[in-house]
Every structure is written in C-alpha cells, then in structure tokens.
C-alpha cells in the first residue's frame, strides 16, 4: 500500500489506495497505522481527505472544537458529498455550537432515558416474534430476517410511523448509504421519497399528536417556535426525524449482525453467553470495538490548520477519523485483533465521543443485548449456512456491514 509523506495540502502527498480498506480492512488499516498517524485518501466523496489512524488522536479529534461538521466550512472545492435538501441536511450530523447544542437540548426533552427503558418488553416481544417467524424453516438470512428488521420496527414504533409506511425504509436507507453504481439515479429518487414521507408524516401528527417522539419533538418546535434561544425551525424538525430513524435503523442493523458473526467465529464466548446472557451486557462493548458499525465517523473540517502526529492540515480540508483503525490500535487495546470480552477492554468510539456521542446509544445497546439473547437461547444450534469466506462486506470505506448473513439452526 502507497504510504503518504507528511505533507499537507490539494496538490501535496500522493493518494493512499483505499482499494485494501475495501477488501481486508483490518490488515490495511494496521499497514497505514504502523506507517503514520495520518494519510491522504480519496475520501467518500472521491475528493482528497486525511485520514487519521491512531487511537490517541482520533479520541481527541473526535472531541476538539477546531474540527467543525457543518459544510460551510469546508475550503471551496474540497469537498462535494452527497447533497441533501436542508430539509433533510439541516441536522446535528451538520451542525456545531450553538446551534448544535440548542437543537441536541430540545431533542433530549423528548428522547428520554425512560422512554428507552419503557421500550424493553415491546423489544423483547418484537424479537421473540421475528424468531417465531424463521424458527420453523431452520434457515434464514439472518441479517433480512431477524437484525434487518428489529431496528426498524423498534424506532419507527418509537416515532410513530405508521406499519403501512414502513415497508420502503430499507431500500431508501441502501440507496443513501450504499449507492448501487449500476443505478446513478437511485439515491436521488431515495432521497425525493423520503421528504415527501417526513413532510406527509410531520403533517399527519401535528393534525393528530399521539404518545410518540415525533409527535413530542413536533410539540417542542410548535411550543417553543416563540423563543429565540429554544426556537427549532421546520427544516430542523424534519432533519430530526429524519436522522433518527436513518442513524435508529442503519447502525444496529449491523451492531446485530457483526455481533452474530463475532460470536459464530467464537463459539467459547457464543456458549458461554448463552448459559449465561447477563454477561452480554458487558460483552457488547467488546463486539462494538472489535466489529463496529461505522468504519469511519462523519467527516469533519479544521477551522484552522491544525497539526496531527506531525502533519499540518489546513483550514477546511476533509478531516476522516477511523474509528474501525483506532480500535485495532495496540498502543491502547492489548492483543487488539483478538475478541475476548473477558479483558474489559473499554474506550471503544463506535457510537462516538464528546458532544456528538451518538444520542440513541442506549437504545442501540439495549435492543442489540436482547437480540442476541432471544436469538442465542432461542436457536442453540445456530451456525453459518455458508463456508465463512463466501461472506461478503458491503464495498464502502466508512460502513462496516455483511450483504447478507445465511445462518442455519
């Protein structure tokens, strides 16, 4: 693999190839870790971006007010991610203090910790329901079957989406998240569907508030649209909805399915979880270090030039943080590509750090431990249908997630 030299700037070190982060991600990243902290790739925008590899400085990073998210203040020309309506774009994945704080302020009056525990059994009942569904068959894409669908079921009953509307979610969500090059015109068409959907759905429960987030975040926009410092505009609230059922659907599908074949390419830990599924509580921090869901963080700009492991960015270039590498890291994790929830490894960046730790984290947690103990107890003969090197990673350098998981019990 192509190493950088420590240089900054548009026309400075050559690309690093990010084909190898694509076909064996681990092997690659340890290739760029063990040359330097920081390199320059195509980015996902196909754009030059720097790549930071290391845990200590993607921890700090990840934290450091001078790494700014929203766009503008990316240097003209540098980068051209998909674009999205404000409709859609104006949420906290794009946004800094303040505003970033007022909005993440008003989203926390709605989402409680004790609507999250509130749901516990209604989780339980829809994973023992998706279980019932395969069990008879003896066989099933574990992933369409089972981690596919919990998530989808469980934030769209948290927001109060109608079971009729549900049914196309997954496919806009894989046409934003992994274009189809085949089918240029898919994400576009994804994204149209989607605002229509938000903007019909936000309509529908203002007309008619239930006890559902959406309809509690619509009471905090309408309530508070008088008060300057509380004031949540309407692209806001539907950016809202919109991020939370995209971030609420796509990242547990994967926490999911990665912990499945985790624990299917360990089956001690596998076994022992099963006698014991209290233990999965504290396993969950290892599967979410050891097979996270987001390779990648949300990209992010310097406000001004900064200086990483003895590399000078500058101002509003594309700043990658790799959590997939720094968890593999073993200045900080012993014997990091190694999976043994036993040594209480903790630290672990898949669902983020600082002020944009990721918001739905209890969430994620709890419905990831209560589908791996339905399934585990449910399915003890549980077992890959295929020979493990047919499995296939979906082709992106920011998501960490199986196409499919054939699975047989």
Same mark, same amino acid.
């Given at each position: 693999?192509?190493?950088?030299a420590?240089? *900054?700037?548009?026309?400075?070190?050559e690309?690093?190839?990010t084909a190898p982060? %694509?076909?064996?991600?681990?092997?690659?990243?340890?290739t760029?870790?063990?040359?330097?902290?920081?390199h320059?790739?195509a980015?996902?925008?196909?754009r030059?971006a720097?790549?930071?590899t290391?845990y200590?400085?993607v921890?700090r990073l990840?934290?450091?007010?001078r790494?700014?998210?929203?766009k @503008?203040?990316?240097?003209?020309?540098?980068?051209s991610?998909?674009?999205?309506?404000?409709?859609?774009?104006?949420?906290l994945?794009?946004?800094d203090?303040p505003d970033?704080?007022r909005?993440?302020?008003?989203?926390?009056?709605?989402?409680?910790?004790?609507?999250?525990?509130?749901?516990?059994?209604?989780?339980?009942? %829809?994973?023992?329901e998706?279980l019932d569904a395969?069990? +008879?068959?003896?066989?099933?894409?574990l992933l *369409?079957?089972?981690?596919?669908?919990?998530?989808i079921?469980?934030?769209c009953?948290?927001?109060g989406?109608?079971?009729r509307?549900?049914? =196309?979610? @997954?496919?806009?969500s894989?046409a934003?998240?992994?274009?189809?090059p085949?089918?240029?015109?898919?994400?576009?068409?994804?994204?149209g569907?989607?605002?229509r959907f938000?903007t019909?759905?936000i309509a529908k429960?203002?007309a008619?508030?239930?006890d559902d987030?959406?309809?509690?975040?619509?009471r905090?926009?309408?309530d508070?649209a008088g008060d300057g410092?509380?004031?949540l505009s309407e692209?806001?609230?539907?950016?809202?909805?919109?991020l939370?059922?995209l971030?609420?659907?796509?990242?547990?599908?994967h926490?999911?399915?990665n912990?499945?074949l985790?624990?299917l390419?360990?089956?001690?830990?596998?076994?022992?979880?099963?006698e014991d599924?209290?233990g999965?509580?504290?396993?969950?921090?290892?599967?979410?270090?050891?097979e !996270? +869901?987001?390779?990648l963080? %949300?990209? @992010?700009?310097p406000l001004e030039?900064i200086?990483?492991?003895?590399?000078?960015i500058?101002?509003?270039?594309t700043?990658?943080?790799s959590?997939a590498?720094?968890?593999? =890291?073993?200045a900080q994790?012993k014997d +990091?590509?190694?999976?043994n929830?036993?040594?209480?490894?903790s630290?672990?960046?898949?669902?983020?750090h !600082?002020?944009?730790?990721?918001l739905g984290?209890?969430?994620?947690r709890?419905?990831?431990?209560i589908?791996?103990a339905?399934l585990?107890?449910r399915f003890?003969?549980l077992?890959l249908?295929?020979?493990r090197?047919?499995?296939?990673?979906?082709?992106?350098i920011?998501?960490r997630?199986? %196409?499919?998981?054939p699975?047989?019990?």
């Amino acid at each position: 693999m192509q190493n950088t030299a420590n240089a *900054a700037g548009t026309d400075g070190p050559e690309l690093v190839d990010t084909a190898p982060l %694509i076909e064996d991600l681990y092997p690659a990243l340890a290739t760029l870790r063990e040359a330097g902290p920081v390199h320059r790739i195509a980015g996902t925008d196909g754009r030059p971006a720097w790549l930071v590899t290391r845990y200590e400085d993607v921890r700090r990073l990840f934290a450091d007010p001078r790494l700014a998210l929203d766009k @503008r203040h990316a240097a003209p020309g540098n980068y051209s991610g998909f674009s999205l309506p404000p409709a859609l774009d104006t949420n906290l994945l794009n946004m800094d203090p303040p505003d970033h704080t007022r909005v993440r302020r008003l989203v926390v009056k709605a989402f409680t910790p004790g609507r999250v525990e509130k749901m516990r059994e209604p989780v339980r009942r %829809i994973a023992e329901e998706l279980l019932d569904a395969i069990e +008879p068959d003896g066989r099933a894409d574990l992933l *369409a079957a089972y981690a596919g669908q919990l998530p989808i079921i469980v934030i769209c009953d948290l927001l109060g989406v109608p079971q009729r509307d549900r049914r =196309d979610f @997954r496919a806009w969500s894989d046409a934003l998240i992994t274009p189809d090059p085949a089918r240029p015109q898919a994400a576009k068409e994804a994204v149209g569907s989607m605002l229509r959907f938000y903007t019909g759905l936000i309509a529908k429960k203002r007309a008619e508030p239930a006890d559902d987030l959406l309809s509690d975040l619509i009471r905090v926009r309408d309530d508070e649209a008088g008060d300057g410092d509380g004031r949540l505009s309407e692209d806001e609230l539907t950016s809202l909805a919109f991020l939370i059922l995209l971030a609420g659907y796509e990242n547990t599908v994967h926490l999911i399915a990665n912990a499945v074949l985790t624990l299917l390419d360990h089956p001690t830990v596998l076994h022992e979880l099963r006698e014991d599924p209290s233990g999965l509580a504290a396993a969950f921090d290892e599967l979410a270090r050891y097979e !996270g +869901p987001a390779s990648l963080a %949300i990209r @992010r700009f310097p406000l001004e030039d900064i200086e990483i492991g003895g590399v000078t960015i500058p101002a509003g270039e594309t700043v990658l943080l790799s959590a997939a590498s720094a968890h593999r =890291d073993p200045a900080q994790f012993k014997d +990091p590509d190694e999976f043994n929830p036993h040594l209480g490894r903790s630290g672990h960046l898949a669902l983020g750090h !600082g002020i944009h730790y990721c918001l739905g984290a209890p969430l994620a947690r709890m419905e990831t431990e209560i589908a791996l103990a339905a399934l585990l107890r449910r399915f003890p003969g549980l077992r890959l249908d295929v020979p493990r090197e047919r499995l296939r990673w979906r082709p992106s350098i920011r998501a960490r997630g199986l %196409i499919s998981l054939p699975v047989a019990w």
